[in-house]
């Protein structure tokens, strides 16, 4: 057994978080992050670095090789997204790790080698349109309808939560194609939306922490050829969620970040030292560190065991439990070390730009983003402690 | 990165829960409840099979493994709730003494290996780089040493030959190693939660030999500590996995309001919990495991004892929570001592408390993190 990465990993990882730190978060990015808005993504330099990410085979690098990647193995792509996000690079995952592989592997010719390239390039973005305001976790539940007209659908509905729609080319839509209620998983197929398409809008929703937006379809008119896999087969693409993916969702140095952090500001500040010598700062910081090295360990675990072919699954689930948790708690540890400038979201006496104040408002999210705690500890209870259903 | 065991530790696995299931079935436990809870039979068998010996070298009479494969010793103990001290003569004695290269210790580890010595362990607490003041006297005198003074709790030693332990001997501190059978040396049994004897030891100016001084003997105690709190991760993480497996058994089939009670997510959600906290005990334990397996010149001390703290600060936060959480999901039938639940619940509340519980450790990581150089 050996619990660390081994010598290529290590290497490929301080790769990575050189690239990250030196070429992608530049000080102009990082300005640009702050900014509500784009904080994360869609601004213009952040389809700079985008390109760039894409021209310099970054996105690549994470794809399976028989789809057009570099196919690097599950802990590469672990490791990658890992550092991308501990570096605060919104690296686009949704849409390029996610999403990207199912359409590549089922999206019709015509239009496939296209969308893969301008995704793999940092060109496009896509966004997620499976919620609807009565459908969340219960998804099969959607009611947004596409209708076939000659060789066209028409498309009509709404869709709620779709996030980064606002800065997207394109939105990955869960629609129904057969209304009887009947049919209700076996009624859904999937569609890629051009957002220029006639009848497509998006408005913002602001919310405790990022923008977010509800995106409506009226009367939208696409071609056959946007449709990817059969029709009234796409819930087997929702469902073929990579794990990988779930797994990145609460990364351990995307959780650690502010631990790491502010550990570093209380060594190097010497206003702040003298807190590293009082007893509840330091259990503080203890409880933190084993939880996260705890966190750290199931990361590389489920890695591992995708890369030898497993699925993942339970430990993907049993780690977006963990680590979404964790991430809350994490934050109020660290809050209460750094008082007041916790709260602090501009202004003089800022530390770590604002992070704790913004993972505050950030955080509540990661519980139910993803597939809501609640539904992952049942995958748990039924694969991994063999509970009957 | 690879967490697979290799192929000599999965026969290891194989080989310690075949004997173990046979020595520890119910009705068998049931008879020693009330003996100080020691199977001397299962000892000897893990003897002749080799099993006390998977981490000594060969020259004492072992395979020369790892401690990660004696881990799994542990963890199959801790999957039967077996009757035998494998913590304190093991982690705690053995394998500190084999890290003293003293030749003139084969014998003793021989014996161990063999099973026809027992040698424990009454750790000192350890406080930042020195002791936190030393139950035990020591003096020289006519070119031999001698011990006096009282220890409490001692495990095993109702069953043990030697014991060592710290002292202070004038200015210095030193460890030494003594008989429980000389002259000058009293032991009363003390009865613990789990039915296990340890002991009181009373020392007066009883003979002792010099195992090691000042800095070298306090790097033996804190060798030992960190081997015995990943040896308690590893039994606590046998005894979580039993733990879970039972209540799961148990709510898959007891049935109310006409369905298994594992249906209720109020319920399977609570096991989930507990399968979640068992998976990162799991999980910091193999890399306390390895990390105290790494060769003598790679072996990182500072290292080393904060993945042990960060072990046992699991170890203590798993054994409470599933102990309890899989105790109420049974209802009246985990606390009935006709079925096997309750012997998990009170060595899990051993583990958790022998050698300090979670607070105790938090305090200590949070020292080291706060004032020792950033990894």
Partial sequence: MNVDFNDQQRAFASRVREYMTNEMMTSDFVAELQQEEFSHGGGPIYWEKMRKLGTDGWIRHS???????????????????????????????????????????????????????????????????????????????????????GDDWIING?????SCANFSQYIWLAARTDPDPSKRHKGITIFLVPTDAPGFSCTGIRTLGVRTNATYYQDIRIPDTYRVGEVNGGWKLVTNQLNVERLSLVSYGHVSKLYDETL?????????????????????????????EALKLLCMKAAWKMERGESGMVEASATKVYGSELYIELGRLMAEILGNASLLSEGPGLHLRGLAEKWYRKGTVHTFGGGANEIQRTIVATAGLGLPR | ????????????????????????????????????????????????????????????????????????????????????????????????????????????????AEGSQIITHAPAVLKGSTLDAPKLK????????????????????????FCWAMAQAGEDLIALLFSLEADGVTVESQVITTGEYTARISLDRAPARLLARNEKALSLQRIATCLTLTAQAAMATGLCDEMLSLASSYTSERQQFGQPIARFQAVSHRLVDAWIDSACLRAVTEQAACRLSAGKDTLDMDIVEQSAQVAKIW??????????????VHGGTGVDRDYPLFRYALRARQ???????????????GDALAHRNPQ
């Fill in chain 2, 315 to 328: 170890t203590a936060d798993a054994l409470h929570r599933i102990s309890h959480t899989t105790q109420h």
């Fill in chain 2, 138 to 161: 020591a003096d020289y005198a006519d070119g031999s040493w001698t011990v006096s003074g009282r220890i409490d709790n001692v495990p095993a030693a109702k069953n043990a030959n």
């Fill in chain 2, 1 to 112: 990165m690879d967490f697979s065991y290799d192929e000599t530790q999965e026969q290891i696995r194989d080989l310690a829960n075949r004997i173990l299931a046979d020595y520890c079935t119910q009705d068998q436990l049931r008879k020693i409840d009330d003996k100080g809870y020691y199977d001397n039979t299962l000892w000897q068998q893990l003897a002749a099979s080799g099993l006390l010996g998977i981490a000594l070298n060969e020259v004492n009479g072992g395979m020369g493994l790892d401690m990660e494969s004696l881990c799994l010793l542990f963890e199959a103990a801790g999957k039967h709730a077996a009757p035998i001290p494998l913590i304190p003569v093991l982690a705690g004695a053995a394998l500190p003494l084999q890290s003293l290269d003293d030749p003139s210790l084969t014998d003793h580890l021989n014996k161990i």
């Fill in chain 1, 264 to 292: 570093h500001l209380l060594r190097g500040d010497p206003e702040l030292r003298p807190l590293l010598d009082e007893a509840w700062v330091k259990r503080n910081l203890a409880i933190a560190h084993s939880k996260l």
């Fill in chain 1, 63 to 149: 794809w399976p090789a028989d789809l057009g990647g570099a196919g690097a193995d599950p802990v590469e792509q672990y490791i990658l997204v890992d550092e991308a996000k501990r570096a605060g690079f919104p690296w686009p995952a949704l849409s390029a790790n996610s999403i990207g592989p199912v359409l590549a592997r089922y999206a019709q010719p015509e239009i496939r080698d296209r969308v893969v390239n301008e995704i793999l390039n940092g060109e496009a973005y896509l966004a997620i349109g499976y919620s609807e305001p009565s459908a969340g976790s219960d998804l099969a539940n959607l009611k947004t309808r596409a209708e076939r007209d």
């Fill in chain 1, 158 to 162: 709404q869709k709620i939560w779709t």
């Fill in chain 2, 351 to 365: 583990l958790e408390i022998e050698l300090g519980g979670a607070s105790r450790h938090l305090q200590a990581l």
